[in-house]
């Protein structure tokens, strides 16, 4: 059974940083995209990145550009989200996703398998 947990969320000043990371388990996605989507409350789930299976290839959200970063390591079937300078419209619901596909997505569609979600909350 595949899974997908994350870890690091939770409540910080604007400004402030935080580091989201995702655990996957009951299979190995070292040759598959990863991603990050996000949902705040009242709003439709969104893209925040995603990563190609090597690395080499990233995307972002015009909105994170510049402040989030993400990253992998495949020996750790793991997946990271730095975030720095966040704002109150960085709260959300972050959701961790992996996909089967060879293509590095930005949609949700592309994605097959989702985390539970953490919660990031940024004060002002």
């Known amino acids: 059974q595949v899974q997908l947990v994350e870890s690091g969320g939770g409540l910080v000043q604007a400004g402030g940083s935080l580091r989201l990371s995702c655990a996957a388990s009951g299979r190995t996605f070292s040759t598959n995209p990863m991603g990050w989507f996000r949902q705040a409350p009242g709003k439709e789930r969104e893209f925040v990145a995603s990563?190609?299976?090597?690395?080499?290839?990233?995307y972002y959200a015009d909105s994170v550009k510049g402040r989030f970063t993400i990253s992998r390591d495949n020996a750790k079937n793991t997946v990271y989200l730095q975030m720095n300078n966040l704002n109150p419209d960085d709260t959300a619901v972050y959701y961790c996703?992996?996909?089967?596909?060879?293509?590095?997505?930005?949609?949700?569609?592309?994605?097959?398998?989702w985390g539970q979600g953490t919660q990031v909350t940024v004060s002002s």
């Open positions: 990563i190609s299976w090597s690395a080499d290839t990233t």
């Open positions: 996703a992996a996909s089967r596909r060879s293509r590095t997505g930005v949609f949700r569609g592309e994605y097959d398998y």
